[in-house]
C-alpha cells in the first residue's frame, strides 16, 4: 500500500510538472505573438509618421525646375528679365511699392509664399521692403559680387528666380531689409479685413 501510494504520489507529479510545461509553453507562445504585433504596430506607426513627415518636406519643398522657353511662355518679358536673369526695375516704380492692403505676397514665377503685408515696412529705397519671411527657407540666398559690389542676393527657395537683395539695416527688431521688385511679386488680397 506505502509502495502504491508513493508510486500514485510519483505519478501525479509527473502529471502536474507536464500541465506546467505546457501551461508555460502556450504562455510564452501568447507573449512573443502579442509582442510581436505591439512591435510590428509600432512600426507601422512609425512608418507612417515617418511618411507624413516625408510628404509634408517634399510638399514644402518640391523644387520647380522649367526651360527658359518654358519660363518665357508663363511670365511677362518683363517679369521674365527680371525673374529669371536677374534684372532691377527702375525704383519707385513699383506696383507694390506703396500697397498697404492685407494680404500675403507670393512669387510671381511658382506661386510661393514669401511674406505677408505685417512683414511690409515703409521703406524710402524705392522697393517693397520686408523685415522677415514667411518661414526659413522660403528664400535662399547667393553672394552676388556684380557691378563692383557685394550683395546679398534674394532668390525664391522653391523656383530660383531672382526677387532682389537682403540688407541688414532694416529698421525693425531683425534687423533686416529684404529688399524686392514688385515684378517678382503676386498679391493675395485678404479680403477679411
Ligand atoms: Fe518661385
Not at 522657353?69 to 526695375?89: H, I, M, N
Not at 514669401?114 to 520686408?130: A, E, I, Q, V, Y
Request: some cysteine.
Amino acid at each position: 500500500m506505502c509502495k502504491d501510494w508513493r508510486f500514485i504520489t510519483s505519478n501525479n507529479k509527473n502529471s502536474m510538472r507536464k500541465v506546467s510545461f505546457l501551461i508555460l509553453t502556450i504562455a510564452s507562445l501568447v507573449f512573443a505573438s502579442c509582442h510581436e504585433r505591439a512591435q510590428h504596430s509600432e512600426l507601422k506607426t512609425e512608418n507612417t509618421k515617418t511618411n507624413i513627415m516625408n510628404n509634408n518636406n517634399s510638399n514644402d519643398s518640391a523644387q520647380v525646375v522649367k526651360t527658359d522657353e518654358e519660363w518665357k511662355k508663363l511670365l511677362t518679358p518683363e517679369q521674365f528679365k527680371v525673374l529669371r536673369e536677374k534684372g532691377t526695375e527702375a525704383p519707385f516704380t513699383g506696383k507694390y511699392y506703396l500697397n498697404k492692403d492685407n494680404g500675403v505676397y507670393v512669387c510671381a514665377a511658382c506661386g510661393n509664399e514669401l511674406f505677408t503685408s505685417d512683414m511690409k515696412f515703409n521703406s524710402s529705397c524705392g522697393w517693397p521692403s520686408f523685415d522677415k519671411e514667411i518661414a526659413g527657407g522660403k528664400i535662399k540666398t547667393h553672394i552676388d559680387s556684380s557691378f563692383g559690389m557685394v550683395r546679398t542676393e534674394i532668390v525664391c527657395g522653391k523656383c530660383g528666380s531672382h526677387l532682389g537683395h537682403l540688407f541688414d539695416d532694416g529698421p525693425t527688431e531683425t534687423g533686416a531689409r529684404y529688399c524686392v521688385n514688385s515684378v517678382s511679386l503676386d498679391f493675395k488680397k485678404d479680403s477679411t479685413h
